[in-house]
């Protein structure tokens, strides 16, 4: 069993809020969590959000990610944001290989590859997500398919490499859809991760990455979600775009 490690929290705000919204979320957050020790937390809002965001949360520990980059550092990609110009405005972290990206704009293994050496060439460290859909659940393909997420994100990832990134388990059928992985559920495949993760680097460096859970994670079930061993944080969409539902996922995180 690993060591609990300080939660970490990231609220995932997808195509969500008006900047005026944002800014003063980001504000509300800095107030209640600024200097929290006992948790990591961040926010990821939209592109056009990021830079205001990163100023009004500057210096105060909380970190701001991209929800997504282009792998190439710059070139003519039209409409494309790359790894450079999101680390630039301050954030810290960005989103790859969610599933929205995967599914609906079709990305496919070896771009989320690229995209990870990208961001980790120029110090932004990589939210890597991964998760099973109904389907591959159904057919009991869960543990086939976030091996070969796994294997194929991360190749050529060096072990020096992976403590820089956080990996997220997202089964695509609890995402949005109210429905949420059993806490034990979570957890194993949380648990197969690292034993890919061992395989691949050694148990040293897998016990240290994080690993968290998204998928409906509401303030309702985020105790029974941190209180399982293998999850490290959360990674909560609908309920991160409004602070009070927000704010409790991250009181009920700190004190587990
Ligand atoms: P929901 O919390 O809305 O299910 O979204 C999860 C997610 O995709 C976070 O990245």
């Not at 990996?167 to 559920?185: D, M, N, S």
Request: glycine share 10%; net charge negative.
């Amino acid at each position: 069993m690993t060591m609990k490690k300080k939660p970490f929290i990231l609220g995932n705000w997808k195509m969500n809020l008006t900047l005026v919204e944002g800014v003063e979320f980001a504000k509300s957050l800095r107030s209640a969590v600024c200097d929290e020790s006992g948790i990591i937390c961040g926010i990821c809002p939209p592109f056009v959000f990021l830079k205001d965001i990163c100023l009004v949360l500057e210096g105060c520990g909380i970190f701001v990610a991209a929800q997504n980059i282009h792998s190439e550092k710059n070139g003519a990609y039209t409409g494309e944001i790359s790894a450079t110009m999101v680390k630039e405005v301050g954030c810290a972290y960005v989103l790859i290989g969610h599933s929205e990206r995967r599914h609906i704009f079709h990305e496919t293994d070896s771009f989320i590859n690229a995209k990870i050496k990208t961001a980790l060439s120029v110090n932004l460290k990589p939210v890597f997500c991964v998760g099973e859909t109904l389907d591959d659940r159904e057919d009991e393909r869960t543990k086939y398919v976030i091996r070969n997420q796994l294997k194929e994100g991360l190749h050529g990832i060096s072990a020096g490499q992976i403590n820089e990134l956080v990996i997220a388990y997202e089964p695509v059928w609890a995402i949005g859809t109210g429905k949420t992985a059993l806490p034990e559920q979570a957890n194993e495949v949380h648990s197969f991760i690292r034993g890919v993760i061992t395989d691949g680097y050694g148990k040293e460096i897998a016990d240290s990455v994080y690993i968290q859970y998204g998928g409906s994670v509401k303030p309702e079930n985020a105790k029974e979600l941190m209180t399982q061993p293998e999850i490290d944080g959360l990674l909560v969409g609908g309920a991160s775009i409004k602070f009070e539902s927000f704010f409790k996922i991250i009181e009920t995180a700190a004190k587990y």
